[in-house]
């Protein structure tokens, strides 16, 4: 089974930035595609950004320019740097990774229990 635990959240101001990681644990055979999505209140959860094994990125519209998503495949982290954050940025954020593990037959999306980013005055 694969494990990902997110950290890195907490409350900013308007404007602030903050810097999530989720690190990937567990037997895993190989990771492709990984990122962040986040679930606000009212709303369905929703894709923020991913980043492919190769490090090819795709953002939600209303985070690009903000937010710059990357990763270390070496001990298998995505991390989510997000600036001029705002008030509508409030949401659990979550990771998610596409991975094979050994006796798999195919890759399976895994996901962190989240982590609460709150950005308020």
């Known amino acids: 089974q694969v494990q990902l635990v997110e950290s890195g959240g907490g409350l900013v101001q308007p404007g602030g930035s903050l810097r999530l990681s989720c690190a990937a644990s567990g037997s895993i055979f190989s990771i492709n595609a990984m990122g962040w999505y986040r679930r606000a209140p009212g709303k369905q959860r929703e894709l923020v950004a991913t980043?492919?094994?190769?490090?090819?990125?795709n953002y939600a519209d209303s985070v690009k320019g903000r937010f710059t998503v990357s990763r270390d495949n070496a001990k298998n982290t995505v991390y989510l740097q997000m600036n001029s954050l705002k008030p509508e940025d409030t949401a659990v954020y979550y990771c998610n990774a596409n991975a094979l593990v050994p006796s798999g037959i195919r890759y399976m999306d895994y996901w962190g229990r989240g982590t609460q980013v709150t950005v308020s005055s």
């Open positions: 980043i492919t094994s190769g490090g090819t990125t």
